[in-house]
């Protein structure tokens, strides 16, 4: 059984940095991609940046100069580590698989797995 569990949201002011953490277990296969999706309430999940099991990156053009998403050695570990953030960043984050590979632009119906989501607060 697949399970993702995500850490390391919380509160921070405006400029400040966090990593998100993404602990996956149970998934069989080489394949993959990876990627951190972020929600607010009334609206639909934004993804943000993707790393599929060749290493190649996939950024959202929102996030693209304040995000870096990379894997653990053993690809275990996803994170997601985030600078300058603004109030407009308060969301919660999500980590997601896919049996597939990352498709620029393909949304949350690519990915098959889901973690429970950790929340991220920023204030001005």
């Known amino acids: 059984q697949v399970q993702l569990a995500e850490s390391g949201g919380g509160s921070v002011q405006a400029g400040g940095s966090l990593k998100l953490s993404c602990v996956a277990s149970?998934?069989?296969?080489?394949?993959?991609?990876m990627a951190w999706f972020r929600q607010t309430p009334g609206k639909a999940r934004e993804e943000i940046a993707a790393i599929d099991s060749d290493d190649v990156t996939i950024y959202a053009d929102s996030v693209k100069d304040r995000v870096i998403i990379f894997k653990s050695r053993d690809k275990t570990t996803l994170y997601l580590r985030m600078i300058g953030l603004q109030p407009d960043d308060t969301a919660m984050y999500f980590c997601?698989?896919?049996?597939?590979?990352?498709?620029?632009?393909?949304?949350?119906?690519?990915?098959?797995?889901w973690g429970q989501g950790t929340q991220v607060t920023v204030s001005s």
């Open positions: 149970g998934y069989p296969y080489s394949r993959h991609c």
């Open positions: 997601a698989v896919s049996h597939k590979y990352c498709q620029e632009g393909a949304g949350e119906g690519l990915y098959n797995y």
